[in-house]
Structure formats: structure tokens, C-alpha cells
């Protein structure tokens, strides 16, 4: 009898085939249904009913402790913004963007203050100009506000104060950073 001959599209049933190696099981493909942990656990008995119980056994008991101190100890957030100025350095660093369009300014100040963040500083200057010097007057102080009333309210800054208290009297901004 001759053997049908299989081209290499086809192949031979499951049944049939055989690995090279003794004692390995054929590949399983996992669905939507699988119980992944009782799958993957060498002793079905003993699979922990929970993430928890897993993480828990998984990890040694003192790593375990040390971690959850470790997040006991994490500062807590300031109460306000005010209790956030008054624990704050004074400005640790400073943008100026005299000679700079409106649309500069914008792009620079929104980089530094990312910058910043990424440094973890908690207060920076921005220095805007009091607009003397143009003949529109104060064109920035303007911009650079509008921007970071956005940026206050996306949360990506704390709060900023005029530097003098005053937007007629200042030419600068001070930015606190969460």
C-alpha cells in the first residue's frame, strides 16, 4: 500500500504528531475562559484564591513588610496651596523671556515648567517684563498667564503668584510646582 504523500500546507493530525522529546505535553493554546493561575501552578490544589494571596506568597514576609512601610512612609500631599507656598524653597530656578513673541514665550515657558517638574523643583521665576520697552505695551504678561490658568487647572502646576503681588507693578511670576 502506498502512503499518500502531504504537501507542506497540509500536515498530519494532532493526534498523531509526536515532539522530539520524551515528556513534554503539545502546546496548549490558552482562551478567553482559562484560569490562567491554575493552568501555570505545578500544584492545582494549592492555587491561591486571590491576587493578593499570590503576591503575598510570593513574596518573603520581611520584603514584604519593608515594602509596605516604605509606602506608610510616603509624604502626604499639601493640604492647600497656600500651606504649599508657605513650605516652599524660594525660586530655585528662573526663565527669562525678554525679546521673545508671544508665541516663544508660550512654547518656552511651557518646557521649562515641564523641565522643572521633571527636576523636582518646587518654585521657579518667570520672568515676563513689564512691557516698557514695547511699543503694544505688556504683551506677555498677558499670554503667559491665560497659560498658566491652563496649566493650574490641568493640574500641571500647583498655583503662581505675581512676584510684587500686583500685575500693574510686577514683571515676574512665581511658579509653584506639585
Known amino acids: ?15 498523531k504528531r509526536r515532539n522530539g522529546k520524551t515528556g513534554q505535553q503539545p502546546i496548549r493554546k490558552l482562551t478567553a475562559s482559562d484560569d490562567l493561575g491554575v493552568l501555570f501552578s505545578s500544584d492545582p490544589e494549592n492555587t491561591p484564591q486571590s491576587f493578593a494571596d499570590a503576591l503575598a506568597s510570593g513574596i518573603p514576609a520581611t520584603t514584604l513588610a519593608e515594602i509596605l512601610t516604605e509606602k506608610d512612609e510616603l509624604p502626604t500631599p499639601a493640604q492647600s496651596w497656600q500651606a504649599a507656598i508657605r513650605n516652599s524653597p524660594p525660586p530655585q530656578d528662573r526663565l527669562d523671556l525678554h525679546g521673545c513673541t ?17 527636576n523636582r523643583l518646587k518654585t521657579v521665576l518667570v520672568i515676563t517684563g513689564k512691557g516698557l520697552h514695547s511699543p503694544e505695551g505688556s504683551v506677555l504678561k498677558d499670554v503667559i498667564e491665560t497659560r498658566l490658568k491652563i496649566m493650574k487647572n490641568d493640574g500641571l502646576i500647583l498655583t503662581y503668584l505675581w512676584e510684587k503681588k500686583s500685575l500693574e507693578k510686577s514683571g515676574a511670576l512665581l511658579v509653584y510646582l506639585p
Open 102 to 118: 508671544a508665541a516663544e514665550a508660550e512654547i518656552k515657558t511651557e518646557n521649562f515648567l515641564s523641565r522643572s517638574r521633571r
Open 1 to 15: 500500500m502506498r502512503r499518500k504523500k502531504l504537501s507542506s500546507r497540509q500536515s498530519k493530525p494532532a493526534a
